[in-house]
Every structure is written in C-alpha cells, then in structure tokens.
C-alpha cells in the first residue's frame, strides 16, 4: 500500500509520485484509485489500488542504485542482431517488466540501432517511450532535471 507523496514506476509509463488517493465509481462499483503526477509532460495517472501489485507498481529505486544503473549503462552489452519483429516483441516484453535493468538494456540497444542503421517508425516510438520510462524514474531516483540525464546516457554512448 502507498501513501501520498511516495514515488512509484509504471510499467509502460515510468516514474511518478503518488498526489492522491481517490474514489471513483466505474460501472456501479465504487473503487479506490492512487492519482499519480509524472515528472516528466505534467501527465496524471490514475491506478486502482487493488491491481496495484497485479500490474507491477513499485516503488523508484534509490540514488545508490540509480547510479549503479547509470554506470551499467555505459558498459552493457546489447544484441541487435535479431529480426525487426522478434527485436520489438523481446523489448516490448522487457519495457512491460518494468525491470529498469532490462529498460536501460532496450534504450541502449535502440539508440546504438539508430545509431548505425536507423530504426523503423515502430522502433522509434518505442525508443521515445522507453526513454521517457527510464529517464522519468532516474529523474526522482537522483532528483536531478531530464536533461541532465539524457546528457549522461548521450556521453555513455561517445556523443
């Protein structure tokens, strides 16, 4: 059970810090909800309480392991070799995860893709959409601004 002002990750919409709780009837049951503000394009979220689990929430890792994350980034190795299909299926089901481990690995291996041989618009938007996962959770995890963090995955990658 989280409380008002605890930061939390998404699966699929990355990092927040829980505004309110509240309830709202759906289809004549009454049901509590966590209201979620991400840090990352003022968007509000809103997660039954009792799927919570269900659906992966948990709580943003510390700052010791966001610079864990950040060090690893820099030093992973990433597979490209997969067909373009069997490629979007593995990291859609990693990004689902909601391991961060597993999300800097797809944005890695997405950005490195792009990088040498571009990517497809379907690839793209996953990348778009795995970053912002990433960057939203690293974003509380070190309470420092996007950009800075987009920075450092930039100069782990030679830019």
């Known amino acids: 059970m989280y409380s008002i002002g605890d930061k ?3 699966p699929m919409y990355g990092a927040g810090i829980i505004e309110s709780i509240e309830e709202q009837e759906f289809q004549g049951e009454v049901n509590k909800y966590y209201v979620m ?3 990352m394009g003022d968007m509000k979220v809103m ?3 009792l799927n919570a689990e269900r659906i992966g929430i948990r709580d943003v890792i510390d700052d ?3 610079d864990k994350v950040l060090g690893e980034f820099a030093v992973l190795e990433t597979e490209c070799e997969l067909s373009w299909n ?3 299926r593995e990291n859609m089901l990693k990004i689902k995860g909601g391991n961060i481990y597993e999300v800097a690995g797809v944005v890695k291996m997405l950005m490195c893709r792009d ?3 571009g990517l497809s618009t379907g ?4 990348l778009t959409n795995a970053k912002q996962i990433l960057v939203s959770e690293l974003v509380l995890a070190k309470n420092m601004a996007q950009e800075e963090i ?3 995955f930039e100069e782990a990658l030679g830019e």
């Open 115 to 117: 990088r040498s041989k």
């Open 123 to 126: 690839e793209k938007k996953m």
């Open 8 to 10: 939390v990750v998404y």
């Open 150 to 152: 987009e920075r450092m």
């Open 64 to 66: 010791k392991e966001a």
């Open 47 to 49: 997660i039954p309480m």
């Open 37 to 39: 503000k991400m840090p």
């Open 86 to 88: 069997k490629r979007y």
